[in-house]
């Protein structure tokens, strides 16, 4: 019986697109007001998520040119975290965008060591007090996989070439794991939206203590203070759910070329 290998076809499609899914932004959040307006920013304070980090979603030259780093416009990731700080959030973990010029990640969170009695314990040698590094475990967590995500998509590119090389019904699995690429994001997106949404004032910022923990907007349009907030998929989610059609279909495909060679 001839064999039907169009299932490999399907699978390679998917592994090159895996490629292409961790180099290429997922999903975009921006915030409107207007304090910042359209003719400065057109696309609003708008930062870009990636697998391996978030990163400044401001282009052009009509932006503020005092947040400007460089050429290319307003680093609008900095503002965004200036933004956030004003309402008591923690500040972005940028993953593999971190500054690497900062003694320490932007998101790092320091306290002062005490006594039992709540005064400060001061260092002899430096005549300050002893800062104690509190950045909270989730944050480090979310770091991890953003630093880890080369390995990570690694593994996913290994488990489609092992779906496609191995003749075996059994290894299905091998696909269904990697066909699940844009579910992962959107599991990481939603729970840590929640968790910044709920942690808030717990660094000393925050100059509205009044505003109550709130789950910030996934999909669409929503409200937090003054700003009206967008949050919309991007290119790299629409590549990442072409990857999960792919593997879907390469999957029937194999199952069904496997029974036809077994008959």
Known sequence: MKKNNTYQIFAGIAAILIIVVYFIPMW?????SIQYPKSMYPRGIRI????????NGCKGEKERKELSQSQQGADCLTEMN???HFIGMYHIVPGVNEDKSRQFPIYYVFDTKKTSSGKEIINPKTNEPIRVNV??????????IMHGSPYIFGFFILLTLIFIFVRKRAVIWAAIIPALVPFYFLGVFIYYLYWYGHHLSMHG????RGIKPFMPTVFGEGKVAQFTTESYPYFGFFVALLVTALLIIA???KVKSLKTQNK
């Open 205 to 208: 910022g925050g100059a509205f």
């Open 135 to 144: 950045t909270p475990k989730a944050l480090l967590f979310l770091d991890g």
């Open 251 to 253: 999957i029937i495909l």
């Open 48 to 55: 870009d998520f990636a697998f391996n980090g978030v990163y």
């Open 82 to 84: 200036a933004i956030n």
């Open 28 to 32: 975009h959040v921006a915030l409107q």
